[in-house]
């Protein structure tokens, strides 16, 4: 009884991801369905506020939560369009660290202790984010957040494998996605000014530079951040035998 009540956040977990997948909320995340309902999704926004903002919030943290692909980046476009750079941005991020939570919270009193030990035997990538974890939570989740191209969803797992500390990791977690939400709602927020003046978005309308600085630091942060863990992995590692 108690091993079927500590598995039970984790299949709740599953549950919703596969209530998602199967309601075809999928489908519309995309830019073309943006684009599509923007108008009308701006004016509920504008209608009630704070109601779409905790809805919005919502939306986001069962997205991640369910790991649906590309969806987190469409939502802080969409967070841009509808409330505009710090609101929409705040709201994001408040959304991804809410789903990354929720993932952290069910790995962990589910199946914690049990996979830990699989993957210290087994090796490979996820001992590896183990190690990592295990020697300074907040840094290595922070610097693993900043990287865009970093599996999110592995990063989660592995901190929960790794019994990170739930603080640490949240902070880590709100931190090291931040500039990434702001700068897409930023992107957002011009995307919604077009859609306002009845004009279609297109790429080189975007390129301004107060959008080409922010993304160009934003790689420079994630260049950092790869060669940051890169080393860190390399001295970590044992020598040669002497």
Same mark, same amino acid.
């Given at each position: 009884?108690?091993?079927?009540?500590?598995?039970?956040?984790?299949?709740?977990?599953?549950?919703?991801?596969?209530?998602?997948?199967?309601?075809?909320?999928?489908?519309?995340?995309?830019?073309?369905?943006?684009?599509?309902?923007?108008?009308?999704?701006?004016?509920?926004?504008?209608?009630?506020?704070?109601?779409?903002?905790?809805?919005?919030?919502?939306?986001?943290? @069962?997205? !991640?939560?369910?790991? #649906? *692909?590309?969806?987190?980046?469409? =939502?802080?476009?969409? /967070?841009?369009? %509808?409330? &505009?750079?710090?609101?929409?941005?705040?709201?994001?991020?408040?959304?991804?660290?809410?789903?990354?939570?929720?993932?952290?919270?069910?790995?962990?009193?589910?199946?914690?202790?049990?996979?830990?030990?699989?993957?210290?035997?087994?090796?490979?990538?996820?001992?590896?984010?183990?190690?990592?974890?295990?020697?300074?939570?907040?840094?290595? @989740?922070? !610097?693993?957040?900043? #990287? *865009?191209?970093?599996?999110?969803? =592995?990063?989660?797992? /592995?901190?929960? %494998?790794? &019994?990170?500390?739930?603080?640490?990791?949240?902070?880590?977690?709100?931190?090291?996605?931040?500039?990434?939400?702001?700068?897409?709602?930023?992107?957002?927020?011009?995307?919604?000014?077009?859609?306002?003046?009845?004009?279609?978005?297109?790429?080189?309308?975007?390129?301004?530079?107060?959008?080409?600085?922010?993304?160009?630091?934003?790689?420079?942060?994630?260049?950092?951040?790869?060669?940051?863990?890169?080393?860190?992995?390399?001295?970590? /590692?044992?020598?040669?035998? &002497?």
């Amino acid at each position: 009884m108690n091993r079927i009540l500590r598995l039970l956040p984790l299949l709740l977990l599953v549950l919703l991801g596969i209530a998602v997948w199967a309601s075809g909320a999928a489908r519309y995340l995309h830019m073309e369905s943006l684009r599509e309902h923007a108008v009308t999704l701006q004016r509920l926004a504008r209608q009630h506020p704070v109601l779409a903002l905790a809805a919005f919030v919502g939306v986001v943290a @069962i997205t !991640t939560a369910s790991s #649906i *692909p590309g969806g987190i980046p469409i =939502l802080m476009l969409a /967070a841009g369009c %509808l409330f &505009g750079t710090r609101a929409g941005g705040s709201a994001a991020a408040a959304g991804v660290t809410l789903g990354a939570a929720l993932v952290y919270g069910a790995v962990r009193s589910s199946l914690g202790t049990m996979l830990r030990e699989r993957a210290d035997r087994s090796g490979g990538r996820l001992k590896a984010l183990l190690d990592g974890f295990r020697g300074s939570a907040f840094g290595y @989740i922070l !610097t693993l957040r900043l #990287i *865009p191209f970093a599996p999110f969803e =592995l990063v989660s797992l /592995a901190a929960a %494998l790794a &019994g990170a500390p739930f603080r640490a990791y949240l902070l880590g977690t709100l931190l090291g996605v931040m500039p990434a939400t702001f700068i897409y709602s930023k992107i957002g927020a011009e995307i919604g000014r077009l859609i306002d003046r009845g004009e279609m978005p297109h790429l080189h309308a975007l390129l301004t530079p107060s959008l080409v600085i922010p993304l160009l630091a934003l790689g420079l942060l994630s260049l950092a951040s790869t060669i940051f863990v890169h080393r860190r992995a390399r001295a970590k /590692a044992p020598g040669p035998p &002497g």
